[in-house]
């Protein structure tokens, strides 16, 4: 994949992690996509690492989106851990 599907899985990645993980969390359409391209990453090495399952360059793999996903939920509860709620109510 290139960069560019990347960031188009990051962002995706992203906005279901904050579905899954609803909440007023600062950062908006970026953030968002920040912690969904970190978290694709950061699922495919933990996916990788410990599960012996290598993530395939192709786009549409299900094992890819699994992994991506995870690892924006993991950084986002990671997030929400050390910041918290950074905005007044």
Do not use: C, E
């Not at 599907?5 to 920040?34: E, M, Q």
């Not at 012996?52 to 993991?74: C, E, H, K, M």
Request: proline share 4%; glycine share 16%; net charge positive.
């Amino acid at each position: 994949m290139d960069i560019l599907s990347w960031i188009i899985l990051g962002l995706v990645a992203g906005v279901i992690a904050k579905v899954l993980l609803p909440g007023r969390d600062p950062g908006g359409l970026i953030g968002t996509t920040l912690i969904g391209v970190a978290g694709a990453f950061v699922g495919g090495w933990l996916s990788a690492r410990f599960l012996d399952r290598p993530i395939s360059n192709q786009f549409y793999d299900g094992p890819t989106w699994f992994a991506a996903i995870g690892g924006s939920l993991v950084l986002l509860i990671a997030y929400r851990i050390l910041f918290g709620h950074s905005r007044s109510r």
